[in-house]
Structures are given as C-alpha cells and as structure tokens.
C-alpha cells in the first residue's frame, strides 16, 4: 500500500487539498448528472481528485478506473468511527497501532494486521461503508455542482479502491409498517423487564442499528459501547459464516462475571434482522423474553 493509500487510514480522514493543475471544470444542473459523469471519467482513466461544491463541499479520489476515496466535508463520522462502531477498535487500539507503526516505520495496515486489530478484508469492508455512506451523502444534495478535476499524483493499492458500483450499493430501509412493528417488540420488552440497558434492532449484513429503546436512567455511554461490541460480533459471525449452514446466526447468549446478560435474536419475519437485549437480568429471563417479543 502507498504512503497516501496508508495515511487515509492513518489518519482516519480524507486527503487533504491536491496540487490543481487547472483542469477544466465542469457545472452539473444537478447532482444526478454525476453517478453518470463519474462512470464516463472512469471509462477514460482519468486518475486524479474531484473537488465538489454545491450545497456543501466534496471530493471523490479516482485511480486507474476505480474510486479509492470518497468524502463529503460536512460527514460528522471518519473511518475511525466506522472501525470502532463495526469493528470494536477502541481508541486506545488505534493509538496503539499508529505507536506501534511510528516506532517500527511500517504502514497503518500492516500494524493493524500485525497486532491482530482487523483483517485485511475487515479493513476494506470498513473503508468501503465509510466511502459508501459519504457517496450516498453527496448524492443527497440538492441544486448544481461545479466539479474542479486536480491532480493527484499518489498511488493506490487495489486492495483498497473500488469499482462504482460497489460504493452505490443502497442499505436496506426500513418501512413505516416495519418500523411501527419494531416499535411494539422493544416497547413489549421493556414492560416485561423494565431495567434493560440496551434494547435495539440491527440489520446484520450491513451492521446497521434500525431501531433502538434505551433506558434514559441508564449510563448512554456504556450502552453505546455494548451496543458497538455487539454489532462487531455480529458482523465478525455473519462473514464467518458461524452457522450450521449458509444462513444469519441464531439465537446467542452471552454473560459477564458482572451480571450483566446480552442476548440477540433474530426476528423470524427477517432473520437478517436481530433483537438485541442486554442488560442486569438473568439470562434465561431475557432470552425468555427475546423468544416471546419475536414469535410470530
């Protein structure tokens, strides 16, 4: 991987300004004319970086017919975010892993495999959601953009770019119908166990949180670092394929020392789709619970 390649995850950000060259610039009446102007400059190998201004500020990373970054300036999260929230990296790893890599000299990548923090596929799993979520951004926008072409002369490991299409790729929706369905399952968990710490639906494939009911007396801090370790594992088993067959994980239980119970459900209706309970109550009473919420 290249030093630049490196220093996106490095820094967990996007690149910073490019040297321009004063390439033309285009003005698009709006932004869907740019999913097809990106597929005509990729057909042209036109490598370099695309800096975007319309109802916010943009820039897309292209290299050798494949886009290698994607980020909308006003994103609120970076890719160290997407690491901690998918992957369980804490912090305290990623510091690690960039102490490490300052003391040995060796690239980000290379330290995080090194030191067993993520595989090579989890990183570009999480490098593609972070450019995914930042493309569907930009692609919100409304009203023209103008599109400035730079110069970008650094290299790409391959492993670490993407065809289009890859990054277009919508996340599942939830329906009003679905969401009020949601809405009863959590809302009957919480009166049958009123001290649960964590109460939420995720979509496994996409490890997305579709709904959720948190206790407001509870520590906020301490379900959202519960709710990111769960949504990790379960990634980690669904890629794994930890199943008797080909299908989503089943039921799982899980316990610490402290009292504390986590389990994850799947709903029968959308077995992708997981009830997560956790909380200070016995095992077998939130898995009880969880089995009740969820018949059909």
């Given at each position: 991987m290249s030093g630049m390649s490196l220093r996106l995850v490095y820094d967990a950000d996007a690149p910073g300004p490019p040297p321009h060259s004063g390439d033309a610039l285009d003005r698009l009446d709006s932004v869907d004319q740019l999913v097809p102007a990106l597929r005509q400059w990729l057909r042209e190998g036109r490598d370099g970086e695309l800096q975007l201004h319309g109802a916010g500020s943009a820039c897309v990373c292209l290299f050798e017919g494949r886009v290698a970054w994607v980020r909308v300036r006003e994103y609120p999260?970076?890719?160290?975010?997407?690491?901690?929230?998918?992957?369980?990296?804490?912090?305290?790893?990623?510091?690690?892993?960039?102490?490490?890599?300052?003391?040995?000299?060796?690239?980000?990548?290379?330290?995080?495999l090194s030191l067993s923090l993520v595989t090579s596929a989890e990183l570009r799993d999480c490098l593609r959601r972070h450019l995914t979520e930042n493309l569907a951004d930009l692609l919100a926008w409304s009203g023209p953009v103008t599109v400035e072409h730079g110069l970008w002369p650094h290299r790409y490991d391959?492993?670490?770019?993407?065809e289009l299409d890859e990054l277009l790729a919508s996340p599942p929706t939830v329906s009003e119908h679905e969401r009020e369905r949601l809405t009863m399952v959590l809302d009957e968990c919480r009166q049958r166990i009123a001290k649960l710490s964590l109460a939420c639906i995720i979509e496994v494939e996409h490890g997305l949180l579709l709904h959720s009911h948190t206790n407001p007396e509870d520590d906020a801090r301490a379900a959202e670092e519960l709710l990111s370790l769960c949504t990790a594992n379960l990634r980690r088993l669904t890629q794994n394929r930890v199943t008797s067959r080909d299908d989503p994980p089943e039921a799982m239980l899980l316990a610490e020392a402290d009292g504390s119970s986590l389990v994850i459900q799947p709903l029968p209706w959308r077995p992708n789709w997981m009830l997560v309970l956790g909380g200070k109550a016995q095992l077998g009473r939130l898995l009880a619970v969880a089995t009740a919420a969820t018949a059909p």
């Open positions: 999260c970076n890719l160290g975010d997407v690491m901690r929230d998918e992957l369980g990296v804490s912090q305290v790893a990623l510091r690690q892993a960039i102490a490490h890599c300052r003391a040995t000299g060796t690239r980000l990548a290379e330290g995080l391959h492993t670490y770019t993407f």
